[in-house]
């Protein structure tokens, strides 16, 4: 059965430090995509980076980045130059397989904390 | 990008009676749409994939007669609960995609609270 770990209940991270968000999978499908998504206490899910199980390079958005290791299946999240606008909840979500009706399923998330 | 309006934001209903919650997907058309609900601190869990104009799909453990689901257009589902009772209490969000993207778009969610 497919499953996604993010073993961070909790991260605390200084302003302007960078911080990686850890987030491993499992699956025997080929074919997937591995998504991180923003949830601020209003509740709204915004997305932050995609990256294809296919893609060579590592996705980057700005100051988001995504650190994929296929062979350790790992999709850890870097975000640098931390901001307190940062502060919220984070979560992997994995789409196996990356094609049709499939739906995201989602990690249990990582709440980051930004301090000044 | 794409905008998913999800309506009501927030609802308080009494135990016993049915609520129901729009998706619309405002300017793409989503071949499939997805009904997630979230306790608090807690993940999203997905509670069923529902295609336009077919039967939704709901995940083992979600009551098909409880939470109606309806995809009635490529930009409209609605998700009906039906005889609410305080532990439905939650937050629902909506989610949709459209064929020829990889991203799936959220709404901003509706909480609901039965008393």
């Known amino acids: 059965a497919q499953k996604i770990t993010q073993t961070q209940p909790g991260m605390f991270v200084q302003e302007k430090e960078a911080v990686t968000l850890d987030c491993t999978y499992d699956?025997?499908?080929?074919?997937?995509?591995l998504f991180w998504y923003k949830q601020p206490s209003s509740g709204e899910m915004i997305f932050l980076i995609y990256?294809?199980?296919?893609?060579?390079q590592n996705a980057t958005e700005g100051r988001y980045s995504l650190n994929f290791q296929k062979a350790r299946k790992s999709a850890n999240l870097v975000i640098s130059a931390s901001q307190l606008g940062d502060s919220a909840m984070y979560f992997c979500?994995?789409?196996?397989?990356?094609?049709?009706?499939?739906?995201?399923?989602f990690g249990k998330g990582t709440r980051l904390s930004v301090i000044a | 990008g794409a905008v998913v309006s999800q309506h009501p934001s927030r609802v308080i209903c009494k135990s016993g009676t049915s609520v129901k919650i729009e998706c619309r997907s405002l300017?793409?058309?989503?071949?499939?749409m997805f009904w997630y609900r979230q306790f608090p601190k807690q993940s999203l869990m997905l509670m069923a994939t529902s295609n336009e104009g077919s039967k939704a799909t709901y995940e083992q453990g979600v009551e098909k007669d409880k939470f109606l689901i309806n995809h009635a257009s490529l930009t409209l589902s609605t998700l009906t609960v039906t005889s609410a009772h305080p532990e439905d209490s939650s937050f629902y969000i909506c989610?949709?995609?459209?064929?020829?993207?990889?991203?799936?778009?959220f709404g901003p969610g509706t909480r609901l609270t039965v008393t």
């Open positions: 990256q294809g199980s296919y893609d060579e």
């Open positions: 989610s949709a995609r459209a064929q020829t993207v990889y991203e799936q778009y």
């Open positions: 979500a994995m789409r196996f397989p990356n094609s049709g009706n499939t739906p995201l399923v």
């Open positions: 300017d793409f058309q989503a071949t499939t």
């Open positions: 699956t025997s499908d080929q074919s997937y995509g």
